[in-house]
């Protein structure tokens, strides 16, 4: 239930559009969800067009930060603060999609990032502690916040409902990675036309 909080608390303070009507829409949006940015786009009248940002920019970054009130920051802002406690921003998740706990991977990677990951039902979590309390997310649900972003900013830009996308994905990812990638789309309420190697 507190992720579902989390999310709709970031969807509502990043992209609320007061007096905005949404026509029905059949866009398919791409998204090419790198490992440190993410960026949407759509191909129309015959070219691509990377839609920006609130901030104007055409990548943003997958940083996601917890505040002490329970709220979730994503992508520029969250990259852009500083004076936070390390454990509570998050970044490099893609890289723990579709691994279990065991994966060696996974192991080095505890060691070099400050927020803390913790086993669950032999995945990697992240879990955040916000002082009164300890919170856990798999990567998926995390990754979906970042997806959800995206399609906000496409709908923002379309003045429409986006309910289908095309997401890259690196060549070696296997197809736990791949469905991995899959599942968290469905968190975002995407329905993934297909995912392409990102080469």
Not at 85 to 93: C, D, E, H, Q
Not at 136 to 141: G, I, K, V
Request: hydrophobic share 40%; net charge negative.
């Amino acid at each position: 239930m507190m992720q579902i909080e989390l999310i709709i608390t970031f969807s509502i303070i990043g992209f609320a559009t007061s007096n905005t009507s949404y026509v029905e829409t059949n866009e398919v949006i791409g998204i090419d969800f790198g490992t440190s940015f993410v960026s949407v786009g759509i191909f129309r009248y015959g070219t691509v067009e990377i839609i920006p940002n609130e901030y104007g920019n055409r990548m943003t970054p997958t940083y996601a930060l917890f505040t002490e009130t329970g709220d979730c920051i994503i992508g520029e802002l969250a990259y852009l603060k500083t004076g936070h406690n390390p454990k509570t921003k998050i970044y490099n998740l893609k890289r723990l999609l579709g691994r279990t706990w065991d994966d060696i991977f996974v192991q080095n990677l505890i060691a070099t990032v400050p927020y803390d990951l913790a086993y669950v039902n032999n995945k990697p979590y992240v879990q955040v502690n916000l002082g009164y309390k300890k919170i856990q997310f798999s990567p998926e649900e995390i990754s979906a916040m970042f997806l959800v972003q995206m399609k906000q900013l496409a709908e923002k830009y379309l003045h429409g409902p986006i309910k289908d996308a095309v997401i890259t994905v690196p060549a070696y990812f296997n197809d736990q990675q791949r469905q991995a990638v899959k599942d968290a789309s469905a968190i975002a309420e995407l329905n993934v036309r297909r995912l392409i190697s990102e080469p």
